[in-house]
């Protein structure tokens, strides 16, 4: 798939089958966000696997989107790992790339993802039930799975409307 195809047909996914996500698919994803750009190539992100249903539903309990999380079969959960960090703001922009990849990668491989962050309004408590060291700070959740098939029309404001003018 060519990468601006990639980009353009990227939807978020939040309804999956039964079909499970392999290990080997996985690491195909954190592969591509660890070749996320980041500032001074700290690589600042750390990923957690998350397959076990029990996990996945537990998880699930803290966050609005809690039907989306517990059909997933698999989760990565992404942090910004403090004793890495050199600079938030370009910090968390990495941490960003990384979970964009991520959602690229999925979309070539077949397989649905969704980037969840309203999770983050329960950060602490994610955390401590992912027993994380107390420097990893969590970034979002890409909740995965095999794609229930139905139209997902993307929406985005004119391109035109984005652009601002330089200055004379
Ligand atoms: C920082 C961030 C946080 C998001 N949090 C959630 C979320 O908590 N729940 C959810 O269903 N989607 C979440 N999304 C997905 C957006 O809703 C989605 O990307 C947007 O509506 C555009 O749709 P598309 O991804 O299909 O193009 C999030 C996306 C980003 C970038």
């Known amino acids: 798939m060519e990468v601006i195809e990639a980009i353009r047909t990227r939807r978020s996914v ?17 592969d591509a966000g660890r070749w996320a750009p980041s ?10 696997k998350i397959t076990k249903p029990e996990l996945i539903e ?22 910004l790992d403090g004793q890495s960090i050199y600079d938030r703001t370009k910090d968390v922009q990495s941490a960003g790339a990384a979970i964009q990849n991520i959602l690229l990668a999925a979309h070539e491989l077949g397989l649905g993802a969704v980037w969840l962050g309203e999770i ?13 060291p107390a420097e990893f700070e969590l970034m979002a959740l890409v909740a995965l799975g095999h794609p229930r098939s139905r139209e997902r029309s993307g929406v985005r404001h004119q391109l035109e409307s984005f652009i601002i003018p330089p200055p004379d």
Do not use: H
């Open 58 to 79: 537990k998880v699930s309990e803290y966050t609005k989107y809690r039907g989306v999380v517990a059909g997933a079969k698999a989760l990565i959960a992404v942090f």
């Open 120 to 132: 983050l309004n329960r950060r602490n408590e994610v955390e401590s039930i992912l027993k994380v």
């Open 14 to 30: 939040r309804e999956f089958t039964d079909e499970p996500v392999l290990d080997e698919q996985l690491d195909i994803l954190i």
């Open 39 to 48: 500032g001074l190539n700290n690589q600042p992100w750390r990923f957690m």
